[in-house]
């Protein structure tokens, strides 16, 4: 087996600046680091300082914030597999910063964490990259794919939406608004890609794209400016998520549009509150909580070094949609 000297040997640097790279310390330089993880990789280097081995294990979770359900309820799920394995969770926002994202997950690296749990991050690939060659388990949920060997837990974006643009245009309604989510997260590319491909496939079906987010002021400025600027020229509204549409809701409401006798509105997520809305909304259910417990014991099965374990998964999650009062026929 691989030690610190023998990478350092190989690479040409001391240990120090080898044990610098290994625990994610700011100065050493691009060129350096990338060398040093070359040779890591090439012996395949595990650590023998991280707590592997011990009874006391702590595994990092990084979510995007807390502020709505959605990384709460999948962070639950994360906690149960967790606690019930006897593994310690260390939770961490970045603000939807690509920055302090990097920073958190330096942290992480500094800390010996024994596995990384990240939802809906951004240009990490080099961040997460140390980690799985200095053999740290990373699962990733809300994303796509990644070159790195990493577990990822998501759900059909696309397919789910394509659902959700179906159902409008059998429910009659044919001038469409879309809120989008930000478009440099996976999930929200897909979403607007759905309806962009249905629209195309049906001549007589037209969506309005509106730039968003995925909180509820996103939705209220939204619909709030496009009704200003163009009246109510559609008959339906599908946002990114259910927190989108809460917001959304109320700029109509202000506006004087009844939901859903003047517009319909559909959702995405299936939030806790959305059928306790009046109208209760129409959405699609997304196994949040499920997501944090296959995430949670993908992560236990890394640190276990199950056989299952050894080779890269990606699960995908089946949702559904939930029809309830926000959408009239017409």
């Not at 596995?115 to 388990?137: A, M, N, R």
Request: charged content about 30%; proline content about 3%.
């Amino acid at each position: 087996m691989a030690t610190i000297r023998d990478v350092a040997r190989v690479s040409g640097y001391s240990i120090a600046t080898v044990s610098r790279v290994l625990n994610g310390y700011d100065n050493v330089s691009p060129e350096t680091r990338k060398k040093v993880l070359k040779v890591v990789k090439e012996l395949n280097y595990k650590r023998s300082d991280s707590m592997k081995g011990s009874s006391y294990k702590v595994v990092g979770v990084l979510v995007p914030d807390l502020f709505g359900y959605y990384y709460g309820t999948i962070a639950e799920g994360v906690k149960e597999v967790l606690v019930k394995s006897h593994i310690e969770m260390f939770l961490s926002t970045f603000g939807n910063s690509v920055e302090k994202e990097k920073e958190a997950l330096e942290e992480f690296f500094g800390r010996k964490v024994d596995g990384i749990i990240v939802c809906t991050t951004y240009d990490d690939e080099d961040s997460l990259e140390k980690f799985v060659t200095t053999g740290i388990p990373v699962v990733a949920l809300d994303r796509d794919q990644s070159e790195l060997k990493i577990d990822i837990i998501t759900i059909e974006n696309y397919n789910s939406t394509l659902m959700i643009a179906q159902y409008l245009y059998d429910m009659g309604h044919k001038r469409v608004v879309h809120v989008e989510g930000p478009l440099k997260i996976y999930s929200a590319r897909e979403r607007k890609r759905a309806f962009q491909n249905f629209a195309q496939k049906n001549k007589d079906f037209e969506v309005i794209f509106i730039p968003g987010g995925f909180d509820a002021q996103s939705g209220y400025t939204s619909i709030k400016q496009y009704l200003k600027k163009n009246g109510k020229d559609f008959t339906a509204a599908f946002f990114v998520n259910d927190w989108v549409a809460l917001g959304g809701l109320k700029a109509l409401s202000e506006a004087g549009y009844l939901c859903p006798e003047d517009v319909s509105v559909v959702g995405f997520d299936d939030a806790p509150f959305a059928k306790y809305l009046h109208p209760s909304l129409t959405t699609i259910c997304q196994p949040m909580y499920e997501m944090g417990l296959n995430a949670g014991k993908l992560i236990v099965e890394k640190l276990e070094g199950k056989k299952e374990s050894r080779v890269k998964r990606r699960i995908i999650l089946p949702t559904e949609i939930v029809v309830r009062d926000s959408v009239k026929k017409i």
